[in-house]
């Protein structure tokens, strides 16, 4: 008995996959074509979050920063709260972090992350941030800053002066010590001054550093 049933037949079940299958590629986007912009999310899983960026303005907060402060009173969990005073800086910061190529590199590291949008690679200022309209710090490398004291370096680092804010809760003490070290290898045109050639082998570093500290000790 004929009926007016219409069937299904291999091809058409073919062709609904296939036609699905374009769709899922094309709306999912992202993973199919090569597109720079988003792909139409069906399911966004955790893309788009109800979140603040860091160094975005948020009204959430009355003084309309989202990056917050510590907390009053709390002391870090790593190293210590620094509270040396201005006057005490020269004689209370005691740098006794020995110059080794590790203690350079590091330095070099942290300084080109944390100081040069302002300070600039070469330490000269007029760093990116500068550039776009922040105010021009004075040259690290100028005599004044030569002749500073590691003790005084190491304070502005980590109590900040003036508009430069403290890097004390975004680098550790050693690493402070670390950029300290550093900056002055960016004032002596690119050694550090206890070091006499730059150091090739794990050896020569050492014997470069015991000398660089025994030319300090007897200078003192
Ligand atoms: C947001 C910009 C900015 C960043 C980032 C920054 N500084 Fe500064 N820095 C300044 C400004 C501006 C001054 C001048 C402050 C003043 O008026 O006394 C300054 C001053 C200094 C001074 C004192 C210079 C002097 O002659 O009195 C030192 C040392 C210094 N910065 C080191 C650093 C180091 C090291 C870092 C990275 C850990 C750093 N700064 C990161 C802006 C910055």
Redesign the pocket.
Known sequence: MATNKRKFGFWSVVGLVLFTLFWVGLLSGNILWTSDTPPLEIIDDMDNQQKVKAQAPSSFFADGKATRDPVEYTVPRNGTKYNVSLDDADTKNINSIPVTAEVLARGKN??ET??????NHDGK?N?L??QKG???????V?P??VA?TDG??FH??SA??????S?AD??SELD?WC??HY?RVLQNGGTHPKMTAAPKTEKDNQTTAQAGTAKAASAQ
Request: aromatic share 10%; with cysteine.
């Open positions: 942290r300084f944390m100081c040069t949008p302002c300070h200022g760093g941030v500068v922040f105010a021009n710090p004075p040259s690290l100028r004044d800053a500073y005084r370096i502005v680092i900040g002066q003036n508009i430069m804010s890097y975004k680098l402070r950029v300290v900056i």
